[in-house]
């Protein structure tokens, strides 16, 4: 293996960086569920190389609070909040979380409901 990556290198052949793409994309369908219990569908969008980034997008006719959809996650997973949440354009409101073992964000934009 080594000597595979050395003649890799010495041909000029780079790799990028691993990211946590895998583990952003296993945590997709459980919190896609919990934002199906609460009102909301949930799409990702972004490249996955820095963080994962969510849209809960309001899809039922009364959905929750965003405040309570973030706060089932954090108590379902490993995971926490990170500060207060961040009003953004369109009058979308992000909040960001981050897994238990560090380095590994999400951040979660709610749609406004009308």
């Known amino acids: 293996m080594v000597s595979l990556l050395k003649r890799e290198l010495d041909r000029g052949i780079t790799m990028k960086p691993a990211t946590f793409a895998p583990i952003y994309l ?7 569920e919990v ?9 990702a969008h972004g490249t996955l190389g820095r963080d994962f980034d969510l849209i809960c ?3 039922a006719d009364e959905p929750s609070e965003p405040q309570i959809v973030v706060n089932e996650i954090v108590q379902e997973f490993d995971i926490k ?9 369109h009058s979308r ?14 951040d979660f934009s709610f749609m406004p409901k009308t």
């Open 26 to 32: 296993g945590l997709y369908p459980p919190l896609a």
């Open 35 to 43: 934002a199906r219990k609460h009102g909301y569908a949930l799409a």
């Open 57 to 59: 997008v309001p899809w």
């Open 81 to 89: 909040q990170i500060g207060v949440p961040e009003k953004m354009k």
């Open 93 to 106: 409101i992000c909040y960001t979380l981050e897994v238990s073992f560090g380095g590994c964000f999400l």
